[in-house]
């Protein structure tokens, strides 16, 4: 029986409906709302903000739901819609150390200025299914007891072991030069730190996060320790030309993760401890931990370390971590390569027709040689 | 008879790593046809000194002078990067300890050998595998093995196999890191042998690192013993070794085994 | 389409594009890294000609979109609706009367013309690619024409197979002097994209690069002097319009191995068709007439 290969406009719009109704699923069950997708599934569109580059909860949200909850295929749409947008230009480095904190744990001091700030978190919780949470209806839970008055302020782990000199001071090594964006200009490598955190932040949490762990077991080992991870609201400021000083633009959340890691120093430098990074939109902290493991991973070039594992190669990491490239390629086998077959298959039989014929040749030789 | 000039001229050659010194203050010159073998106990510098004279490395200071066919002695490291690529897949040759770092290990026996001529614009397929086969024959490895993967070879036929990749595009100067460092007594000596050989019949200039004094004896006109980075001592191989002046050289002599 | 650009892509992504394009053209076979954008299409699906063709496109274009050398495979009809869409430029089928020509994998069989454009989606821009991983390290090597590695493939090939066996995305030297992959395209293209009138356009989406073959240059598909390239051929004929010397896609038609070949450039084969030729078997498909009638 023969089947029409060459699809048509009448199979794509009948796809698109069939997907629709999908969406949809049972009329039965009451549609979804971007508002319960932003209020109760926030760390989804959390995800996909970072991973989209777009800090927009409703959007993200609206993404969610229209990819039927595919957090790839909704980091794609906020993506193609987020090239669309006009620039204004580029907002004030954010001051993560005046955040509104919401969490702030430290691995590395036991007690710190400002305090150890659990905050919302599934760190402790048991991985038990909580079956109560089939039932829906009830009454909403019962607000968690505040803790003390927020200090007024909470210094940065790091930047006390700054001012010891423990560790590399962070400084911006061409103040005068404008931030790349990745989005903008292609990537060169070798590519400048700043480019290079911005192609993690927006890389697929599940590569880094592998990429991290195969650092944290040998590959490319540095010895981590998580130094801060802090997670809130910060201001964004933007300075408009006409009037020359900073107005806020409103508050972002983001999740900050701050690595401290072992350098065993050089011929020109003492032994010291090194940084790695971590940021992302929203509440993002595996992500944001992994991202930090894999900075530092990068930064091995700069710090003259041997470069010998996945996570330290710098094309390697950048080139594969963007997820919405990554599934558009692997899908794209999807699509049809006839044309690539049939030369192939023209190929593969022409030389099994030649192999064939020098068997052929060697035949006689050979039962001749039997019948001896 | 020798000629004019020296093939390669060497001064005041250094390289540090942080506070650590690979090699310091080498200067030698290195004339057509001469065989230099470079010799001390490993972490003597000798392997530095040998990457930085074959532009593998760049030196802190001092300068590498080759006598370039065209344009006469020219410091390799004031030369362009084409230009100075060009000179290393052509002019010259580098055998490494480990084959593996010299060979493509994922294509035949006969491409290995014939990349360079390709590389230098070689388009006839079939020229391009009679010197293949050439080659093969010259380094005694049998011609049917010419379409067979490296890794079906053994670590003495891989070592030939990278001289022949080397020398097929006819170098001037070869350098090698301890030629036979990686292979088994037993099939070190037919090795010697084989380069013993080939350098002669070609007059082959080479630059020789080794540990191992017995190869130094056999293929080096010349030696400098290197200690420390620095070169302590230098002359005729059969002076050097026979009537060693300097006490790190005598310690080397001595702490080999004589029958 | 309310609320977007015409072509999809802003005013200053556009001339970003043009730029690469002029660059590209003044370099015939270089690859120039461009800020890609990313578009409402996956990327490995024609992201690259897309913006390609979005940055060169006016109201006065005539947009033809082929995918295998069909224009009504599915990832060819996207194609040409979104630019239906987002510009409202004429379409067609016909090869004769693009003025811009999007493709996947294919040439047409049709001789282009200096006043139409081709524009190739490209999956992998890199020749050097799986010889060397390294972007910095094939950069260099173009940089220094160092093409010797990609001769030690074809040698490889010929020593195991007694041919160059590479049947499609075949390595070209465009103007003499860079290695360019020509697109997955089948190498019975390749001799098209010699000395061609018409201006070839390369995008690569992912990949950020692209590049361009002027009009008129030299595209020489590699090779050896003993070992010269060569074009597929086939046995058989279309069956529905007995062409000869077309690129000829295999259908399978029972269960039982039975099989036909037809042209996979399926304006070529209609437009023959119409002009009164007859292959073998002319209803094999059961095409529709008005498939056939122009």
Redesign the interface.
């Known amino acids: 029986?023969?089947v029409?290969?060459?699809?048509?406009?009448a199979?794509?719009a009948n796809a698109e409906r069939l997907l629709a109704e999908k969406r949809r699923g049972d009329p039965a069950v009451p549609e979804l709302s971007t508002a319960q997708i932003e209020q109760q599934l926030g760390l989804a569109v959390d995800r996909v903000m970072t991973e989209g580059s777009l800090y927009d909860r409703e959007l993200a949200a609206l993404a969610l739901k229209q990819a039927c909850g595919d957090q790839l295929e909704a980091v794609?749409l906020l993506?193609?819609f987020?090239?669309?947008l006009?620039r204004f230009g580029a907002s004030e480095p954010i001051d993560t150390a005046r955040m509104q904190v919401e969490r702030r744990i430290s691995a590395t001091f036991k007690d710190l200025p400002g305090g150890q700030v659990l905050g919302p978190s599934f760190d402790y919780t048991h991985r038990l299914l909580d079956f109560s949470l089939l039932a829906t209806g009830g009454e909403p839970p019962p607000p968690a007891p505040l803790g003390e008055a927020e200090p007024e302020s909470m210094p940065h782990v790091l930047a006390m072991l700054d001012r010891e000199g423990l560790i590399e001071s962070e400084i911006d090594r061409r103040p005068d030069a404008p931030v790349p964006d990745i989005?903008?200009?292609?990537?060169?490598?070798?590519a400048d730190r700043a480019a290079r955190l911005q192609g993690l932040a927006r890389g697929d949490e599940g590569f880094l996060l592998a990429l991290g762990y195969s650092v944290q077991r040998g590959y490319g080992r540095n010895h981590p320790f998580a130094g801060e991870i802090r997670f809130g609201a910060v201001e964004v400021e933007f300075v408009p030309e006409e009037l020359g000083f900073a107005v806020s633009l409103g508050d972002v959340a983001v999740t900050e993760c701050e690595m401290i890691n072992q350098f065993k120093g050089?011929?020109?430098e003492p032994p010291q401890f090194t940084r790695g990074y971590g940021l992302a939109f929203g509440h993002c902290e595996r992500k944001t931990m992994a991202m930090a493991l894999v900075d530092r991973a990068l930064r091995a070039r700069e710090l003259g370390e041997e470069i010998d594992s996945p996570a330290q190669d710098e094309?390697f990491v950048l080139?594969h971590a963007d997820n919405?490239?990554a599934?558009?390629?692997?899908?794209?086998l999807k699509?049809?390569?006839?044309?690539?077959f049939?030369?192939?298959?023209?190929?593969v039989r022409?030389?099994r027709r030649?192999a064939e014929a020098a068997a052929q040749r060697a035949r006689p030789l050979a039962v001749a040689a039997g019948e001896e | 008879m020798m000629a004019a000039t020296p093939l390669l001229q060497v001064r005041g050659l250094t390289r540090r790593y942080g506070a650590r010194i690979g090699c310091r203050d080498v200067s030698f010159d290195l004339w057509p046809g001469e065989v230099l073998g470079i010799v001390g106990e490993s972490g003597s510098g000798k392997t530095t000194l040998l990457k930085c004279l074959s532009a593998q490395l760049e030196p802190d200071a001092g300068q590498v002078v080759y006598a370039t066919r065209d344009e006469g002695p020219r410091d390799i490291f004031a030369l362009s990067e084409p230009r100075r690529r060009l000179l290393m897949r052509t002019d010259w040759g580098i055998v490494h300890q480990h084959p593996v770092e010299g060979l493509r290990m994922g294509v035949s026996a006969g491409a290995n050998v014939g990349e360079r001529l390709m590389a230098v614009g070689a388009r006839n397929y079939g020229r391009i595998r009679a010197s293949a086969l050439d080659w093969l024959g010259r380094v005694e490895i049998a011609r049917d093995r010419i379409d067979d993967m490296p890794r079906t070879f053994s670590g003495g036929m891989l070592q030939r196999l990278q001289i022949a990749r080397n020398l097929v595009s006819s170098p001037r100067l070869v350098f090698m890191d301890e030629p036979t460092g990686s292979l088994d007594v037993s099939v070190q000596a037919r090795l010697l042998d084989l380069l013993h050989g080939l350098v002669a019949d070609l007059g082959l200039s080479v630059v020789v690192v080794t540990h191992d004094l017995a190869v130094a004896r056999l293929l080096a006109h010349r030696l400098m013993v290197m200690r420390a980075g620095s070169v302590v001592e230098e002359g005729l191989t059969d002076q050097v070794l026979d009537d060693p002046q300097h006490a790190y050289t005598q310690l080397l002599v001595a702490s080999i085994l004589h029958p | 389409m309310d609320g977007y650009n015409f072509a999809y892509l802003d005013e200053q992504t556009k001339r970003m594009i043009r730029r690469a394009i002029l660059k590209a053209v003044a370099i015939p076979g270089y690859q120039v890294p461009f800020a890609s954008r990313e578009m409402p299409l996956p990327y490995g699906w024609g992201t690259g000609g897309i913006q390609v063709t979005a940055a060169i496109i006016g109201l006065a274009d005539t947009l033809k979109v082929i995918d295998q050398g069909a224009d009504d495979t599915t990832n060819a009809v996207s194609i040409r609706r979104f630019f239906a869409r987002t510009t409202g430029v004429a379409t067609t089928e016909r090869t004769a009367d693009a003025t811009i020509i999007q493709t996947r994998h294919r040439i047409p069989e049709r001789s282009l013309r200096a006043d139409q454009i081709i524009v190739f989606q490209v999956p992998i821009p890199e020749p050097l690619r799986w010889l060397e991983p390294r972007e910095t390290e094939t950069r260099k090597m173009h940089a220094l024409s160092e093409y010797g590695a990609m001769h030690v493939k074809l040698y490889e090939d010929v020593a195991r197979h007694g041919r160059i066996a590479t049947a499609y995305d075949y390595p070209v030297m465009v103007g003499g002097r860079y290695l360019m992959r020509p697109s997955p395209i089948p190498k019975f293209d390749n001799p098209k994209l010699d000395r061609s009138p018409a201006l070839q356009l390369f995008g690569a989406g992912r990949e950020k690069r692209i590049y361009a073959v002027p009009p008129h240059t030299e595209v020489y598909s590699l090779d050896f002097e003993d070992h010269p390239f060569e074009v597929q051929k086939w046995e058989q004929a279309c069956a529905l319009c007995g062409a000869g010397d077309s690129f000829l896609d295999e259908v399978i038609v029972d269960d039982r191995g039975g099989r036909i070949f037809v042209c996979s450039d399926s304006d070529h084969c209609g437009e023959r068709r119409a002009a009164g030729h007859v292959g073998a078997q002319p209803d094999a498909l059961g095409q529709p007439a008005d498939k056939v009638a122009p």
């Open positions: 029986m023969y029409a290969v060459k699809g048509g406009e199979a794509i794609f993506r193609a987020r090239t669309t006009p989005t903008r200009d292609p990537m060169t490598f070798p050089s011929a020109t094309e080139y919405v490239e599934s558009g390629f692997v899908q794209h699509l049809p390569h006839y044309v690539d049939q030369a192939e298959l023209v190929l022409g030389m030649a």
